[in-house]
């Protein structure tokens, strides 16, 4: 596990502080679609992502989902520390969106270290304001973008992740991340291919270099 985070986290992290969650922390692989974590869940491990990438979401008043942001390798959900450091139960859903490995932190080593290390003190507060970032935009596609526009940064957005021009959701699954219906999401992706955005396959969807 040491090997791991030195590679990840190396340049983050002191050594000593490396050495001490190699030894308190659990090494967790997952499969893309796998729930880490689910709405009213009392969190008692803090994740440390070491690849892979996970979707964050919040369950609205009407019991759907809404996309908050996605977290990549290198990266930790400040939502998950909120509530870990709170003792409340969760109000985020972590969703695997490909494969990968996670470090779970105890929850009793969190404050300890923010008193112990400045790097993970400084780690914890860049995470809180990135994460306040992301968060902050998706209020703002919400109010002030049209759902076209939202669903090609959308689209963008889960190409970066996967590291792909072709993003294999289906149209109900979209909807389901943009709250909205398949048949709008289905409407605007057609609209999209007509202005030569994205190419519409069997199974997929291409987002296309544009010039």
């Not at 985070?5 to 499969?31: P, Q, W």
């Not at 290198?74 to 969760?90: Q, R």
């Amino acid at each position: 596990m040491k090997e791991l985070l030195e590679k990840t986290y190396g340049f983050i992290f002191e050594e000593k502080l490396i050495d001490e969650i190699a030894t308190v922390s659990a090494l967790r692989d997952f499969k893309e679609g796998d729930v880490l974590i689910d709405f009213g869940d009392y969190i008692k491990k803090m994740p440390l992502l070491i690849s892979g990438a996970i979707k964050i979401s919040r369950e609205d008043f009407d019991e759907g989902e809404l996309l908050l942001y996605f977290i990549e390798k290198g990266d930790t959900c400040a939502m998950t520390m909120a509530c870990c450091m709170g003792e409340t139960k969760s109000e985020i859903r972590a969703t695997a969106e490909t494969n990968g490995t996670v470090i779970m932190i105890p929850v009793n080593k969190m404050e300890e270290w923010l008193g112990k290390y400045k790097s993970w003190r400084n780690f914890v507060f860049n995470s809180y304001n990135n994460r306040l970032k992301e968060m902050l935009s998706a209020i703002d596609n919400l109010a002030f973008m049209n759902m076209d526009k939202r669903l090609l940064t959308y689209l963008t957005e889960k190409s970066k992740i996967n590291k792909s021009n072709e993003i294999q959701n289906t149209h109900q699954e979209i909807a389901y991340d943009l709250h909205t219906s398949r048949v709008v999401i289905s409407r605007l992706l057609k609209a999209l291919e007509k202005e030569g955005k994205i190419r519409l396959n069997r199974a997929s969807i291409e987002l296309l270099k544009l010039k």
